[in-house]
């Protein structure tokens, strides 16, 4: 069965940094595109941000340029980078297994979900 703890949310002015990070168990780590999600109150859980096996990534047009994935295959640990945050970056935050189509990410969860971090960006 996967697992999947996310940490390093917290509250963080507007135009501040947060390095969010992922440990997953139970599962071939290496091979799956991983990605990380977000979900602001009333509204549906987006994907943000995808990264490859081979260390390919995507991004969501609202993050491209501030935030940045990466992960370590030999750790289980996927991060985010997410650097000029906005008040509209303000979610819980969440990694999952992604899907690699065509050269981009999209959607292809686990059934399970982990915790989640909350972040939240004051103005």
């Known amino acids: 069965q996967v697992q999947l703890v996310e940490s390093g949310g917290g509250l963080v002015q507007a135009g501040g940094s947060l390095r969010l990070s992922c440990a997953a168990s139970g599962t071939i780590f290496r091979i799956n595109t991983m990605g990380w999600y977000r979900q602001a109150p009333g509204k549906q859980r987006e994907l943000v941000a995808g990264?490859?096996?081979?260390?390919?990534?995507d991004y969501t047009d609202s993050v491209k340029g501030r935030f940045t994935i990466s992960r370590d295959n030999a750790k289980k640990l996927v991060y985010l980078q997410m650097n000029s945050l906005k008040p509209e970056d303000t979610a819980v935050y969440y990694c999952?297994?992604?899907?690699?189509?065509?050269?981009?990410?999209?959607?292809?969860?686990?059934?399970?979900w982990g915790p989640g971090t909350q972040v939240t960006v004051s103005s």
């Open positions: 990264i490859t096996g081979g260390g390919s990534t």
């Open positions: 999952n297994r992604a899907a690699w189509i065509g050269g981009t990410m999209s959607r292809m969860p686990f059934d399970s």
